[in-house]
């Protein structure tokens, strides 16, 4: 893995990368239930939402070369929830299972910190055991299964839901 590895916030000069990595996860079929491919007017409504307020967008790139990307996004639209964010996480295919992952998500919960949010939530699916190894190294617990949660190809998926708590006081 290379040094010159850097992770900053994303801008919208890095909206095409962003969706071909997303892409490859859908095409993949192991870390999201989209099935259908991202257009550049999918993922520039996604990033606009996700450039306002509390929601972020971090990549990690390697001599200007786009790694992976995640991003803090809506849990629930209700105020009670206000401090809870919901997680993605999307590493380019040939660096999956390389530690780019740990880094990423380690930015990412400081930025999470910095935006005020006391937890962290994600789903993911039971067969992804790659992604779950990456949560509990940094302190993620597994909540529970949801059994037939989604559809994949036809076919039911079981989704677990982990979560880490950030230790920031509620107010």
Known sequence: MSANLVIREATIQD???????????????????????KSKEDIQKWYEEHHQGRYAVLVIESDQQMLGW??????SHRYAYQGVADLSIYIERSWRGKGLGSHLLKALENKAKEN?????????FLSNSL????????????????????????????VMTMEKWLGLNSG
């Open 131 to 158: 992604g779950q190894g990456l949560y509990r190294k940094r302190g993620f617990r597994e909540v529970g299964v949801f059994e037939n949660q989604g559809i994949v190809d036809g076919q039911f998926i079981d």
């Open 15 to 37: 909206l095409e990368e962003i969706r071909l990595i997303y892409n490859q996860g859908i095409e993949d079929r192991i870390a999201t239930l989209e099935e259908t491919p």
């Open 70 to 75: 995640a991003s803090l996004n809506a849990y």
């Open 116 to 124: 005020r949010f006391h937890k962290i939530i994600l789903s993911t």
